[in-house]
């Protein structure tokens, strides 16, 4: 059954290896994907004083460098202050950071013009894949992470992947509401967000099984 599930996982990464890189490939040869030519019409007709794009221009601060900067500073230090260990904030905070390496790494191999700049929402610079989308992944995917591992109770525990898992929905879909992502980037950001995180859970485990000194 392990070996089945297994096949299956290496089944799904081909699957969106390939699909991902089908995008790099028609982004890099100036053609929007498919994705990207359905999605367009209801982001570019949404007016900016609209509730709407209100509303999810307040959700996007939730994945911006201001607020994720002292807020990794803060949960790295509840995070040590509970397990009394550095290595969870090693995970967290580096793997945070470490997302935001790969998300600038990728980008500047794409190239990606964005479909529209807006420096007050940390929207400047390549667009693929949407840094918000990764890094959040990362963030509160490795926080729900470690939150779960102190808490007993499996409903409060559904709550706070489900609840940490929606933020992170939200923060994705703002930036293709307001603008300033095509639907693509956020895919393929939420995507390699995950996938890292799975590593960094991984690289935890590991590390935890063969040492308990930290």
């Known amino acids: ?71 990794v500073v803060i949960m790295s230090a509840i995070l040590y202050w509970v397990y009394r260990r550095i290595l969870p904030v090693v995970i967290f905070a580096g793997g945070t950071y470490g997302s935001h390496l790969i998300n600038v790494f990728i980008k500047h191999i794409v190239e990606r013009e964005r479909p529209s700049i807006l420096v007050a929402a940390n929207a400047e610079g390549y667009s693929f894949p949407s840094g918000h989308a990764m890094i959040s992944m990362a963030c509160y995917g490795l926080l729900a ?37 095509y639907l693509t980037d956020v895919v393929a950001g939420f995507i390699l967000g995950y996938l890292w995180v799975l590593l960094m859970i991984f690289l935890y485990e590991r590390i935890r099984s063969t040492t308990n000194r930290v």
Request: charged share 15%; no cysteine; aromatic share 12%.
């Open 1 to 71: 059954m392990r070996s089945k599930k297994t096949y299956l996982l290496l089944l799904l990464l081909a699957v969106v290896a390939i699909i991902i890189g089908l995008w790099i490939a028609r982004i890099i040869a100036g053609t929007l994907p498919y994705l990207d030519q359905w999605t367009r019409d209801p982001v570019e007709g949404l007016a900016v004083d609209s509730v709407l794009y209100t509303l999810f221009r307040w959700i996007t601060e939730l994945g911006s460098s201001h607020f994720l900067i002292p807020f």
């Open 145 to 181: 992470y470690f939150i779960v591992q102190i808490v007993n109770n499996k409903t409060a525990k559904r709550l706070i992947q489900a609840g940490l898992a929606f933020i992170v929905l939200l923060i994705g879909a703002s930036r293709y509401v307001i603008n300033v992502h």
